[in-house]
């Protein structure tokens, strides 16, 4: 028996040696029948059953459509698209700053550049900031875990920032762990109680959000699990419910109640309101200005969320350049620029989007997806490459548990920071010592069309020429 062994062991290596000697000294002929073979197929097979077929196919449809067409037909059931809109929406890449060379000079790299901002300046207790960048709702338990929660507040904290609860549940750790905590009061059943509002530094109305602007939904259990719903006052087999509005019939004046109320109970912090920019912005900020708030913050087009049908991304709402700008100039017409705040968010992700935004005149900015990706940095490999990177940071993420707070903490940091130092860094290109010194005057574009939407100079006509016109 061990011979008969040892004489199959032996054929098999042989067997095995010809094997490689092959492929070492015939892989090319090998390569070149198989692409001969596939080159006939392609070539002489009919377009009904050829591969080729596939590309006027994902041309004509688009590959994000065909799969996203799959799912509805498998499961049957409104789609919930993770991380917004993925059409191509018009953006701020076609601007660009003037900088400043000979009139006038820039400003020396050892000189600080003031870039504090105070919200709600009218309001009893302002929330002063010592930074334009806030870290926008993404919600605890609907959205992130309670890891990644808690790092996003520490990181707000060491920088001199705030964050936003989203419309989740809020964890005592993580207003401990905030410097300004801003509290959505959302359309819920929790996160109402009256010390919890005592807390927070800014309440903000919801009423929408430019990836699901102003419906509501249900969450099941299964999609909430864990302590999150022990915070939100869930029973164990409640679905978590967001309404469609506050209450039934709702008008313009349950809301003005609601904000005077809120005011009163905080003692006169910034009370302010969230909203999808939508196409009727002039007579939503008039509304606004009606209900008595102290900021507004407008959510674009481009802005994301955990999941929402793609129906309400992809074809609702204006671009948030669009959407700045007009918000902007309405303040100014109806005289509340500097009265109340603008916060914009939605599609900003670089320091070159936020300073831009700023320029075309919001006062501070919601940034909410670049820190999703910053704060779990390297952390994102525990998921990769079989699972997308957001599983590290889900509260129903498979990777969740991996998630090391003290990292995510230094990871957002350091991305404010560093967003912080280029934006001033373009401040003093431009001849800036202030943030409140930057205006859309500060701005040029290479596309015609834009720069006349906004009214800044378009870069193929020469300075000259620009200043005869005006």
Known sequence: MPNYLNYVSLVMISILFVLILFLLIGWRWIIKRMVKQMGKIIMTDSYQENLIELLPGLRHMGIQNILENSLRAETGDVLHRPLGSSKQWPNLDSITF?????SPFPIDGEEDVDVAVTIGPKAKKPMKIKIPLMISGMAYGIALSEEVRLSLAEAAKNVGTAINSGEGGVLPEEIEAAGNYILQFSKTDWSKEDNL?????????????????????????????????????????EDAVIYDNFVENQTLDDLKELVDELRNITGGVPIGSKIGAGGKMEEDIDHLIYIGVDYIAIDGGQAATHGAPPILSDDFGIPTLHAVFRAANHLEKRNMKGQISLIVSGGLFVPGHFLKVLALGADAIYVGSALLFTVAHSQTLNALPFEPPTQAVWNQGKFKDTFKIDEGVKSAEKFLTASIEEMKMALRAMGKRSLKELSKNDLVSYDESTAKMIGIPFSFQPWEERQMKK
């Open 197 to 237: 509002i005592k807390q927070a530094d800014m309440i903000e109305v919801k009423l929408g959000q430019g990836a699901l602007m102003g419906t509501g939904g249900k969450i099941s259990p299964k999609n909430l699990t864990g302590r999150a719903r022990k915070v939100m006052g869930l029973k164990e087999n």
């Open 98 to 102: 003037i900088p400043a060379q000979t």
